[in-house]
């Protein structure tokens, strides 16, 4: 939860610690919600099925700003919407959260094709094997999926 948001009452939007950090500077103007997924897969408890659920990104925060007019960035952040995250995460029940009771897993999506960095060209977002960073294969546009899994709310999690 805390990856989220750590304010008792968060905004109506919800800035969370989820960001991309580009390699070359990238166009403030071709980042959006759409350029990015974020889904979360919980356990269906009756038949074993995930169930596919999508978090709402309500816009993407541009850091790390450079040129003239700060027309480019490095670094974006995701941003959700603050009620779903109040309902799914915070003063919501636990009970019927999705992360309640099992592991879920947790899908983010780059789209590279829909960004543009500071050479016009589309992000190459391709992965390479396994490698998490650096991505791409030396073409423009793809799309770079990062997947991992989240600990029932639940479990204590033992510090290491």
């Known amino acids: 939860m805390a990856k989220f948001s750590t304010s008792n009452d968060p905004p109506d939007d919800c800035v969370t610690e989820f960001s991309v950090h580009f390699s070359r ?6 980042l959006n919600a759409d350029c990015f997924a974020f889904t979360v897969i919980g356990p269906q408890e009756d038949t074993g099925w995930g169930d596919v659920l999508r978090v709402p990104i309500t ?18 952040t995701l941003v959700v919407d603050g009620e779903w995250f109040s309902d799914e995460l915070h003063r919501g029940s636990k009970r019927w959260s999705v992360f309640r009771h099992d592991v879920s897993r947790v899908e983010i999506e780059v789209r590279g094709d829909y960004i543009v960095d500071c050479n016009g060209q589309s992000v190459d977002a391709n992965p390479v094997g396994l490698r998490a960073m650096p991505s791409g294969n030396g073409t423009p546009g793809g799309t770079y999926l990062s997947t991992f899994s989240v600990a029932p709310a639940n479990v204590e999690v033992e510090a290491k």
Do not use: D
């Open 59 to 76: 816009r993407v925060q541009a850091e790390e700003l450079s040129g003239a007019n700060a027309e480019f960035a490095r670094k974006a």
């Open 25 to 30: 500077p990238v166009s403030v103007a071709s």
